[in-house]
T-cell receptor
Framework: DQQVKQNSPSLSVQEGRISILNCDYT??????FLWYKKYPAEGPTFLIS?????DKNEDGRFTVFLNKSAKHLSLHIVPSQPGDSAVYFC???????????????FGKGTLLTVNP | KAGVTQTPRYLIKTRGQQVTLSCSPI?????VSWYQQTPGQGLQFLFE???????NKGNFPGRFSGRQFSNSRSEMNVSTLELGDSALYLC???????????FGPGTRLTVT
């Protein structure tokens, strides 16, 4: 059962426009969400995170929105640049009562292509 | 500050052999976690270590094991390799459990 889903395998946008990457989750215990970017032959690079006590976190061109009732989060990149072309992974973790469970559960990724 | 380093970067093994992968975390980071990336399954959690103790474990068979040393460096071992173990193995470090993880470049393991 896939607990973190990225339903769009790929997304193509024009340089300068907004890129919106979506992620849905099913486990209501998840309380910490992260976005990673991955270039071929490199490990994932941490981009931005959000705790479940917030609904928005912004860092430069990157903004993550969290809608807990819908179990949905999105990553907005504005303006998009050709160098942003990469695979973007959404990840989530949970802290269970009585212990810790910080393992990250990843989505399968979305390939973003930003065209010049 | 140097990033997460993983050795070797590429490895070719045959079925039935065993393999050990190494990970050196960012200086000062005490948590190390391991992930397997395959085209069909994406990134899957293997296990996480903190202060030389395994804190979390994913749903992988017992052939996959790991350990962490007092200097926070970690090793992952896979015994009796199978063709399906061919994957990119990624190591990530963080200051503490639950923090944002910083990944290494990975070890590409090919089992023939």
């Amino acid at each position: 059962d896939q607990q973190v889903k990225q339903n769009s395998p790929s997304l193509s946008v024009q340089e300068g426009r907004i890129s919106i990457l979506n992620c849905d989750y099913t486990n209501s215990m998840f309380d910490y969400f992260l976005w990673y970017k991955k270039y071929p032959a490199e490990g994932p690079t941490f981009l931005i995170s959000i705790s479940s006590i917030k609904d928005k976190n912004e860092d430069g061109r990157f903004t993550v929105f969290l809608n807990k009732s819908a179990k949905h989060l999105s990553l907005h990149i504005v303006p998009s640049q050709p160098g942003d072309s990469a695979v973007y992974f959404c990840a989530a973790s949970a802290v269970c009562s009585g212990g810790s469970n910080y393992k990250l559960t990843f989505g399968k990724g979305t390939l973003l292509t930003v065209n010049p | 500050k140097a990033g997460v380093t993983q050795t070797p970067r590429y490895l070719i093994k045959t079925r039935g052999q065993q393999v050990t992968l190494s990970c050196s975390p960012i200086s000062g980071h005490r948590s190390v976690s391991w992930y397997q990336q395959t085209p069909g399954q994406g990134l899957q959690f293997l296990f996480e270590y903190f202060s030389e103790t395994q804190r979390n474990k994913g749903n992988f068979p017992g052939r996959f094991s790991g350990r962490q040393f007092s200097n926070s460096r970690s090793e992952m071992n896979v015994s009796t390799l199978e063709l399906g173990d061919s994957a990119l193995y990624l190591c990530a470090s963080s200051l503490a459990l639950g923090e944002g993880r910083y990944f290494g470049p990975g070890t590409r393991l090919t089992v023939t």
